[in-house]
């Protein structure tokens, strides 16, 4: 920008010495013309707009000019002081970013990050669980941030549905169904299970043709058997709203203080543990088996139990099956061994001691 405005400068000079070799006949003739074409071009131009090397060429020469010429000019005065003084300031200004520093990426992962963990949470709250974490921002740059990512406010925030719901008390749930398989002589079976929610381990409690409320009791009193003492583990049971599941079947479980907890009509994404395992079982399990009797269903499932419980991994359970210890050191050495798992077509693969 210095260069241009010498370049100019230089350049208006030697116009200037070459205009002292002519007689003041002739500069007073061209003073005329140029006085007139000013005039012409003030007509047809609403208002000039000057480049910034104009404005600073005509603000030199302004100083050089008799005061009476000050008003044939295509600026006033005021103007040319105006320009003077922008251009000092722009001269000695320092360059400094406008508002406020930007909130740092980690910052606002952060805030984004705490915002969708707990729906209960304020501006305030998260603010001083970020200042607990070494990290200052302002409450309004954290309803600033959340707004940008049109996340609500606390109290619209807050999630009541029932996989929400049943998600924060999975430690202590069960979850039961009944599914339906067809044998070879198209003959309808009923199996009900329950799973452990928490450890996804699953109990196949019987298979029959007539799942009938009493047979349904009886084979919840089997699983209080099988838990002993495991009962105080629980406190909710989650089941739809089949006819199958009577009263002295919800009584068995409130004798051990378990809640029995009915899911809304036609909800069954609300007992959706339950409805997961199914779709599992017959994916892996009955679609690909071809069952001959009650007693050839009893077998293979009791198989996929075993399999589901040993070997399957979960991803709600870091990939583990649901009784192992996920502090046990998983074997690297050895060669890999398959084995079929009986009367299924699912495969097992272990390393050789």
């Known amino acids: 920008m210095a260069v241009k405005l010498i370049y100019q400068l230089s350049a208006k000079v030697f116009a200037w010495l070459a205009l002292l070799a002519r007689d003041d006949a002739a500069n007073h003739v061209e003073i005329l013309a140029l006085r007139h074409e000013v005039e012409i071009l003030r007509r047809q131009v609403g208002k000039p707009k000057p480049s910034w090397t104009d404005r600073a060429v005509l603000a030199a020469l302004a100083r050089l000019l008799p005061r009476e010429l000050h008003a044939h000019r295509i600026v006033t005065p005021a103007t040319l002081l105006a320009w003077h003084r922008r251009l000092v300031k722009r001269k000695w200004a320092q360059p400094r970013s406008p508002g406020r520093p930007p909130v740092s990426e980690e910052n606002r992962n ?187 269903a009893r077998k293979v499932l009791a198989a996929y139990e075993n399999h589901f419980n040993e070997h399957r991994p979960h991803q709600a359970r870091d990939q583990t099956p649901p009784n192992a210890d996920p502090a046990e050191a998983i074997p690297t050495e050895g060669q890999i061994r398959r084995r079929q798992v009986p009367a299924t077509t699912i495969h097992e693969y272990h390393r050789a001691a």
């Not at 339906?180 to 002589?185: G, N, P, S």
Request: with cysteine; proline share 4%; charged share 25%.
């Open 110 to 296: 952060l805030i984004i990050t705490l915002a969708r963990d707990n729906p209960g949470w304020g501006h305030r709250r998260i603010q001083g669980e970020l200042r607990r974490l070494g990290h200052r921002v302002g409450e309004g740059t954290i309803r600033r941030v959340l707004k940008q990512r049109k996340i609500p406010p606390a109290p619209k925030r807050m999630d009541t549905a029932w996989r929400t719901f049943l998600k924060a008390q999975a430690h202590g749930i069960l979850a039961t169904d009944l599914f339906h398989i067809d044998t070879v002589t198209l003959k309808r079976l009923y199996v009900l299970f329950v799973m452990e929610v928490k450890t996804r381990h699953v109990h196949i409690l019987g298979v029959t043709a007539h799942p009938t409320g009493q047979w349904v009791t009886q084979q919840a009193r089997q699983l209080m058997a099988t838990l002993e003492g495991r009962t105080n583990d629980f406190r909710f049971l989650i089941r739809d709203r089949g006819a199958n599941f009577i009263e002295q079947f919800d009584a068995v479980f409130a004798s051990e203080n378990i809640e029995v907890v009915r899911t809304p009509p036609r909800q069954p994404r609300s007992n959706c543990w339950a409805e997961r395992w199914i779709r599992g079982a017959r994916y892996d399990c009955t679609n690909n088996v071809l069952l001959f009797s009650q007693a050839h």
